[in-house]
């Protein structure tokens, strides 16, 4: 199996006016879990070019020919995207393509759900509540319920639950939500891997001004900008947001920039985001 350039992939993808786009009430791990059966059933997976991290490819599916595919979060609800363009444009292939499309949204549905509400067979008695889950969700991290009920579902991995809270975040523009969410990307936590989501969350939570919350995001904004993780570098942002972050009495923006290195985020594999050349200058240390 061969794997598309993610910025080839993007650029594919680029034209969302000539895209089409199914919602799906589930989270992206299970809409592309979908994706991948109907491939399998249909016996095209060896042709497909997929992206099994950033959850987009390549397909080459009969009577529709070459389409582009992406399962992607949706924000406004918590559940998937299913987004696709048909490289041929005579109206037979769309809409050969979209009744593809249509029977992985419908099978995903019928997957199993991952750990839902992490209930086994004795399920504890102060768990989640399943009417958290619903349209009224609301993301009222360190005061609610809402707050505890995510710690919960992140720890036992019902990822898919967490997310509809998580989009109450979002549109609330509560900080400490959206730097949550932003992990969920960098680690693909029923979502797809995608630093450029990572990163934009990470800049909403910094812009959004919530109490602690924003400042605690600031410092790793400013390290994604600094070492281009997700978004080309910017190292003069970055440097305006670690000044301000230690001048107002951030230890880890401080260590920044005396020593080009921090701990507060580091990647995957446990290494810290280190300049080898950093030399402090007064105009880069408070």
């Not at 987004?83 to 292939?93: E, K, Y």
């Not at 009222?140 to 009920?149: E, N, V």
């Not at 994604?224 to 880890?252: C, I, K, Q």
Request: net charge negative; aromatic share 8%.
């Amino acid at each position: 199996m061969t794997h598309l350039p993610a910025l080839l992939l993007a650029a594919l993808l680029a034209a969302p006016a000539a895209a089409d786009t199914l919602p799906i009430a589930v989270a992206p791990e299970r809409a592309w879990r979908a994706l991948l059966g109907q491939l399998d059933n249909d016996q095209l997976r060896e042709r497909a070019q997929l992206d099994l991290n950033r959850f987009e490819g390549q397909l080459h599916l009969p009577e529709a020919g070459v389409v582009d595919v992406s399962v992607d979060w949706d924000a406004a609800t918590g559940g998937t995207h299913l987004r696709w363009h048909a490289s041929d444009s005579q109206p037979a292939h769309h809409a050969a393509a979209r009744r593809w499309m249509q029977r992985v949204a419908d099978a995903a549905p019928r997957l199993p759900r991952p750990n839902h509400l992490c209930q086994g067979p004795e399920p504890a008695a102060n768990g989640p509540d399943a009417d958290t889950y619903t349209g009224k969700a609301s993301c009222s991290f360190g005061t609610g319920h809402f707050s505890s009920a995510l710690f919960e579902l992140e720890k036992c991995g019902d990822y898919e639950s967490a997310l509809v809270i998580l989009a109450a975040c979002v549109r609330e523009g509560h900080a400490g939500g959206l730097v949550r969410l932003a992990q969920f990307f960098e680690s693909g936590l029923g979502v797809p891997r995608r630093p450029e989501r990572m990163t934009d969350y990470l800049r909403q939570a910094v812009a959004s001004h919530t109490p602690g919350y924003s400042d605690g995001a600031r410092v790793q904004y400013a390290t994604a900008l600094y070492f281009g993780v997700g978004t080309a570098p910017d190292r003069d942002a970055a440097l305006r947001l670690f000044n301000t972050a230690a001048a107002a009495g951030d230890r880890d923006a401080r260590n920044f920039l005396a020593h080009g290195v921090h701990y507060a985020w580091r990647r995957e594999d446990g290494s810290v985001y280190a300049d080898p050349a950093w030399i402090p200058t007064p105009s880069n240390h408070p």
